[in-house]
């Protein structure tokens, strides 16, 4: 088992395009989140998975920000019609989602986006 | 005000001497506390865990918590240049999201 591995791990775009951001997390892990981090911050919850489903999206995302995982598995982050303000690290993390234990989230080394 | 706030930094330290760290938080739901390490340029990795009141050594760490004060804080011992990082405090609240607070960076000087 290799951890959290997120693809690609840099990307430069144009302002206006869309971007696709993958994530596959450990393997026996069934919860996967969406963290974004911008300088000098503390990563932002974006939203998370159990399983398939999702089952919280930060009230602050805007409608340009999808998230899937359509097999329990890896999961996609798609951001439509960048902006310069989307500019920042987006970091993977997963966990195990066992009922009721408390636990580690386990994070990828990210995909940093720069918006031009 | 912040759902987690974190003692400014940067903190400049002498190797061999403690780093104290604080974090204080605003969700009374929150039973379980982890700090995690990031060094620059990296991701986030958890070096302490707690979820009850007191203290809780690991190592060159300690981590306090007081819930009544909803306050958690780190120490770290012996601060080596290694342990020059953001240290995040990260709260747990009744769902399964941690929510990060802004990270205090530490710099050990040799």
């Known amino acids: 088992d290799t951890g959290v591995s997120q693809d690609p791990r840099h990307k430069i775009t144009k302002r206006g395009q869309n971007v696709t951001f993958r994530c596959d997390p450990i393997?026996?892990?069934?919860?996967l989140y969406w963290y974004r981090q911008t300088l000098g911050q503390g990563p932002e919850f974006l939203t998370y998975f159990q399983n398939e489903a999702q089952l919280e999206k930060s009230r602050l995302l805007s409608d340009r920000f999808s998230a899937e995982r359509p097999k329990g598995s890896f999961s996609t982050l798609e951001i439509q019609r960048t902006e310069q303000g989307d500019s920042a690290m987006y970091l993977c993390?997963?966990?195990?989602?066992?009922?009721?234990?408390?636990?580690?989230?386990?994070f990828g080394e990210g995909s940093r986006l720069t918006v031009l | 005000q912040k759902e987690v706030e974190q003692n400014s930094g940067p903190l400049s330290v002498p190797e061999g001497a403690i780093a104290s760290l604080n974090c204080t938080y605003s969700?009374?739901?929150?039973?379980?506390f982890f700090w995690y390490r990031q060094y620059s340029g990296k991701s986030p990795e958890l070096i302490m865990s707690?979820?009850?009141?007191g203290d809780k050594e690991d190592g060159r760490f300690t981590a306090q918590l007081n819930k009544a004060s909803q306050y958690v804080s780190l120490l770290i011992r012996d601060s080596q240049p290694s342990d020059s990082a953001t240290y995040l405090c990260a709260p747990k609240g009744g769902d399964y999201k941690l929510s990060f607070g802004a990270g205090t960076t530490v710099t050990v000087r040799a």
């Open positions: 707690i979820y009850s009141n």
């Open positions: 393997s026996e892990h069934n919860r």
């Open positions: 969700d009374r739901g929150s039973q379980s």
């Open positions: 993390a997963s966990s195990l989602g066992l009922a009721g234990v408390v636990e580690e989230l386990f």
